[in-house]
T-cell receptor
Framework: DQQVKQNSPSLSVQEGRISILNCDYT??????FLWYKKYPAEGPTFLIS?????DKNEDGRFTVFLNKSAKHLSLHIVPSQPGDSAVYFC??????????????FGRGTQLTVWP | DTGVSQDPRHKITKRGQNVTFRCDPI?????LYWYRQTLGQGPEFLTY????????KSRLLSDRFSAERPKGSFSTLEIQRTEQGDSAMYLC????????????FGPGTRLTVL
């Protein structure tokens, strides 16, 4: 059962515009959320994270928003650059108890930023 | 390079053979994770160590799979009697046990079972 869902397999955005990647989750026990970026033939690279006690976290061009009531988070990239083209994975974890540590991933969204 | 390293990067084997992969985590990280990723899917958790103790195993980890981290540093993942369904990218990640759960991934080992 997919506890983290990324319903858009792909997104195409023009350079300079905003990219918005979405993620939904079903497990209300998740309390920490992460975004990873993955290029072909490489492992995922950590991008940004957010704790469930916050609703927004910003790091340069990247901002993650969390809506706990809707069990929804999104990653905003502004402005988008061609080098941002990659697969973006949303991940979640429960940072307490016996399952401490394991990440649950969505299936990813392929972002293409065109000039 | 002080990141997570994995060896080999690619492995082609025949069905029924045994394979072993190695992961070297970031040196100060005491948590180490193994994940598997197949085409069109996100990484799926296999198992997790804190220091040398294996704390959790996924039901995905059949009895043909075994992982070790004998000295709390590098880890090995062995697959016995490989099957074509084992073909996947095997990813290793590491993290600190304090603070939040940012896991840092290695480049992965691509396994192809013929």
């Amino acid at each position: 059962d997919q506890q983290v869902k990324q319903n858009s397999p792909s997104l195409s955005v023009q350079e300079g515009r905003i990219s918005i990647l979405n993620c939904d989750y079903t497990n209300s026990m998740f309390d920490y959320f992460l975004w990873y970026k993955k290029y072909p033939a490489e492992g995922p690279t950590f991008l940004i994270s957010i704790s469930s006690i916050k609703d927004k976290n910003e790091d340069g061009r990247f901002t993650v928003f969390l809506n706990k009531s809707a069990k929804h988070l999104s990653l905003h990239i502004v402005p988008s650059q061609p080098g941002d083209s990659a697969v973006y994975f949303c991940a979640a974890s429960v940072n307490r108890g016996s399952t401490l540590g394991r990440l649950y991933f969505g299936r990813g969204t392929q972002l293409t930023v065109w000039p | 390079d002080t990141g997570v390293s994995q060896d080999p990067r690619h492995k082609i084997t025949k069905r029924g053979q045994n394979v072993t992969f190695r992961c070297d985590p970031i040196s100060e990280h005491n948590r180490l994770y193994w994940y598997r990723q197949t085409l069109g899917q996100g990484p799926e958790f296999l198992t997790y160590f804190q220091n040398e103790a294996q704390l959790e195993k996924s039901r995905l980890l059949s009895d043909r799979f075994s992982a070790e981290r004998p000295k709390g540093s590098f880890s090995t993942l062995e697959i016995q009697r490989t099957e074509q369904g084992d073909s996947a990218m095997y990813l290793c990640a590491s993290s600190l046990s304090s603070g939040h759960n940012e896991q840092f991934f290695g480049p992965g080992t691509r396994l192809t079972v013929l």
